[in-house]
């Protein structure tokens, strides 16, 4: 393998590496996204008023009601 070859295919090898870490940290920020809004749904559901949710989820009315929980 000639050093060019070598360094295309480290090249290669590092976008591989970096778009796994991305992905991981997307599925992760997802998830994440995806419990405080179920904990939203839950706490509407027990009385919670929809200003207090909003403040401790930080989600807006509009995110909300995007997600099916208005």
């Known amino acids: 393998m000639t ?6 295919s480290e090249g290669i ?5 970096q ?5 991981i940290k997307k599925g992760i920020k997802q998830g994440v996204e995806k419990g ?3 904990d939203a749904g839950e706490m509407l559901k027990k009385g919670i008023d ?15 009601k995007e997600n099916g929980i208005l």
Do not use: D, N, P, Y
């Open 19 to 23: 778009g796994i870490e991305r992905g």
């Open 50 to 64: 929809l200003k207090t949710v909003l403040e401790i989820t930080g989600f807006s009315e509009k995110t909300l």
């Open 3 to 8: 050093t060019a070859e070598r360094l295309i």
């Open 36 to 38: 405080k809004l179920e």
């Open 13 to 17: 090898q590092q976008g591989i590496e």
